[in-house]
């Protein structure tokens, strides 16, 4: 856990001088397409389920519905806000959660904690480390997996981590950005919410 620690705060501060200027122009960009806020903010859990603010850049409107109710994400989405999505740009403000300790370059992606009580002991077991801004499911499928596909490449993160396989899923995670591939799921802006254990097809 240290030497994986060490390892984020070097790549994130050695790299410093290429992801602060890149943020900050992005930051001006999302503010004239978009409007404020600029960033996302969004209570997310983390290492043995602890609650954090994860952080991204803003992609949607506040488009809402006669009855004031928010748009569907896909009808949100804007284009501009795709393009960040498509080149994974809309997470670059997440290396400030890997500065602060709340979560590492490589995991299980933070899910939203509305899907807490919704885990099964196995898919629990994703938070018993840091949370990432990559990690295996994303290398292999990313939001084209099922639930039960992302949630067992989690565990098996988990069971099998070490730095050497940290390193592997960040380079493997430049070629997967680059190629662009795996954003949504058919007919989401990312992917359908998680409904429960009940809806996976190894429920007994």
Do not use: C
Not at 29 to 50: A, M, S, T, Y
Not at 98 to 110: H, N
């Amino acid at each position: 856990m240290y030497a994986k620690r060490i390892f984020d705060l070097l790549v994130v501060v050695l790299s410093l001088p290429l992801w602060l200027p890149l943020l900050a122009v992005i930051a001006i960009l999302v503010r004239i397409k978009l409007g404020q806020p600029v960033f996302f903010r969004q209570p997310r859990p983390g290492l043995n389920e602890r609650i954090f603010k994860l952080v991204k850049f803003r992609t949607m409107t506040d488009a809402r519905d006669t009855n004031g109710v928010p748009l569907p994400d896909a009808k949100r989405l804007t284009r501009f806000g795709k393009g960040l999505r498509s080149t994974s740009l809309d997470e670059l403000p997440e290396l400030l959660n890997v500065l602060r300790g709340e979560m590492s370059l490589v995991g299980p992606r933070p899910l939203l904690t509305k899907y807490l009580p919704r885990y099964s002991p196995v898919q629990r077991r994703r938070h018993l480390v840091q949370p990432g801004i990559t990690g295996w499911a994303q290398i292999n499928g990313r939001n084209t997996l099922s639930w039960d596909e992302k949630f067992a490449w989690d565990v098996r993160y988990v069971d099998e981590r070490s730095l050497w396989l940290d390193i592997r899923i960040l380079v493997a995670t430049v070629r997967s950005v680059m190629l662009r591939r795996d954003i949504s799921a058919p007919g989401q802006a990312t992917m359908s919410e998680f409904e429960g254990e009940a809806h996976l097809p190894d429920k007994k």
